[in-house]
């Protein structure tokens, strides 16, 4: 079983819907929580960072950890096509890892106009 | 602010050869973490290199190897290529503000290499 698992998709959804995704990781020592969005033929960009627990909003982004589940969360509202890449979670624990990150699988995002 | 840059952005080479793929990080970054990526593996940690110092490395055999400069740039080399090689290779570097490993990476384009 990987550390961190995440539904390939592809997730089609329609312009304008809210885009849901989640990975599921089994290590608890992870603190630091990451989404990353690629498109096609690019290297991945950060989206949202998030420290241990809790809920953080920027723009249309929201990110959500619960470390009691072990269970990290994205959402976009009000998806636009330009929104269609695809979306990795990323994971480090503290201390002695460097900046080492796991990543889950990655799950494809289409947004249909 | 110039992004991380890698060179070269695509190769071909064939098993038995060693390829050099090259990274420089955003000015005033110290850290670089190189990445393998490939549709079935996903992303996996090659190595991350700071203050010219490998301070982690990740599941690979010996023939990946990678230094980094006193400028803070990277290469990394992979010899007597295999076909299972084949691969983004992605380069990202990071701030270390204050000595704190927050893992927030910023990642360049990739090199893209195909092994016939």
């Known amino acids: 079983q990987k550390e961190v698992e995440q539904d390939p998709g592809p997730l089609s959804v329609p312009e304008g819907a809210i885009v849901s995704l989640n990975c599921t990781y089994s290590?608890?020592?992870?603190?630091?929580f990451m989404w990353y969005r690629q498109y096609s033929r690019k290297g991945p960009e950060l989206l949202m960072y998030?420290?241990?627990?809790g809920n953080k909003e920027d723009g249309r982004f929201t990110a959500q950890v619960d470390k009691s589940s072990k269970y990290i969360s994205l959402f976009i509202r009000d998806s636009q096509p330009s929104d269609s890449a695809t979306y990795l979670c990323a994971m480090k624990a503290p201390g002695a890892a460097g900046n080492k990150l796991t990543f889950g699988g990655g799950t494809r995002v289409l947004v249909k106009p | 602010k110039a992004g991380v840059t890698q060179t070269p952005r695509y190769l071909i080479k064939t098993r038995g050869q060693q390829v050099t793929l090259s990274c420089s990080p955003i000015s005033g970054h110290r850290s670089v973490s190189w990445y393998q990526q490939t549709p079935g593996q996903g992303l996996q940690f090659l190595f991350e290199?700071?203050?010219?110092?490998?301070?982690n490395k990740g599941n690979f055999p010996g023939r990946f190897s990678g230094r980094q400069f006193s400028n803070s740039r990277s290469e990394m080399n992979v010899s007597t290529l295999e076909l299972g090689d084949s691969a983004l290779y992605l380069c990202a570097s990071s701030r270390n503000l204050a000595g704190v490993n927050t893992g927030e990476l910023f990642f360049g384009e990739g090199s893209r290499l195909t092994v016939l």
């Open positions: 290590n608890s020592a992870f603190q630091y």
């Open positions: 290199y700071f203050s010219e110092t490998q301070r």
């Open positions: 998030t420290y241990s627990s």
